[in-house]
Antibody, heavy 121, light 113 residues
Framework: QVQLQESGPGLVKPSQTLSLTCTVSGGSINSGDYFWSWIRQPPGRGLEWIGY???????YYRPSLKSRSTISMDTSKNQFSLKLSSVTAADTAVYYCARVSAFSSGGHDSWGQGTLVTVSS | DIVMTQSPDSLPVSLGERATISCKSSQSVFYSSNNKNHLAWYQHKPGQPPKLLIYWASTRESGVPDRFSGSGSGTDFTLTISSLQAEDVAVYYC?????????FGQGTKLEIK
């Protein structure tokens, strides 16, 4: 059974870059069967999809975050990462990494536990 | 972007009673090439990640109790819990994966009456 785990700083200063890593175990990210997503939930609000990466390295980002977002992958470590630059308090959220089935379901079928990132000086 | 709108925002239901949540999309999420509606439902409990319940609008994920069912097509969808259990208290989200950016509804908070 695949498991995902987010890691990274819980506190980031305004204008700096938020960096998170998702470590995947029990399955390879180097598989054409899945996309690998980042999703966030600001306090008291709903879920917001940030973007995903495919095993080929192709990426897609939410347009409103595209200019500040970079998703990359390290197949040797079975990890994928999110960088979000020039953060503000509005980027404070629980950040989740998740797996998306490319063909069989289309839904996010496995999730990390989530990590709270607070943007504050 | 496809806008997903859920109703109601909050739903109090008695134990054992039926719960029905609506989700409407601003454009059709039915893909004629595979004859499927690209719509998923998730259950989200505090302190836990969201859990996939339903995909292709009506297919239950493995291990999901059969009291959960999804229906609808095109732009109008429904999640039904046939007999509410205490462990079903959560926020429920619909999500379209017809086109990127993927978008979620605002969530429906299901509680015990």
């Amino acid at each position: 059974q695949v498991q995902l785990q987010e890691s990274g700083p819980g506190l980031v200063k305004p204008s700096q870059t938020l960096s998170l890593t998702c470590t995947v175990s029990g399955g390879s990210i180097n598989s054409g069967d899945y996309f690998w997503s980042w999703i966030r939930q600001p306090p008291g609000r709903g879920l917001e999809w940030i973007g995903y990466i495919y095993y080929s390295g192709s990426t897609y980002y939410r347009p409103s975050l595209k200019s500040r977002s970079t998703i990359s992958m390290d197949t040797s470590k079975n990890q994928f990462s999110l960088k979000l630059s020039s953060v503000t308090a509005a980027d404070t959220a629980v950040y989740y990494c998740a797996r998306v089935s490319a063909f069989s379901s289309g839904g996010h079928d496995s999730w990390g536990q989530g990590t709270l990132v607070t943007v504050s000086s | 972007d496809i806008v997903m709108t859920q109703s109601p925002d909050s739903l109090p239901v008695s134990l054992g009673e039926r719960a029905t949540i609506s989700c409407k999309s601003s454009q059709s999420v039915f893909y004629s090439s595979n004859n499927k509606n690209h719509l998923a439902w998730y259950q989200h409990k505090p302190g836990q990640p969201p859990k996939l319940l339903i995909y292709w609008a009506s297919t239950r994920e493995s291990g999901v109790p059969d009291r959960f069912s999804g229906s609808g097509s095109g732009t109008d969808f429904t999640l039904t819990i046939s007999s509410l259990q205490a462990e079903d208290v959560a926020v429920y989200y619909c999500q379209q994966y017809y086109s990127t950016p993927y978008t979620f509804g605002q969530g429906t908070k299901l509680e015990i009456k």
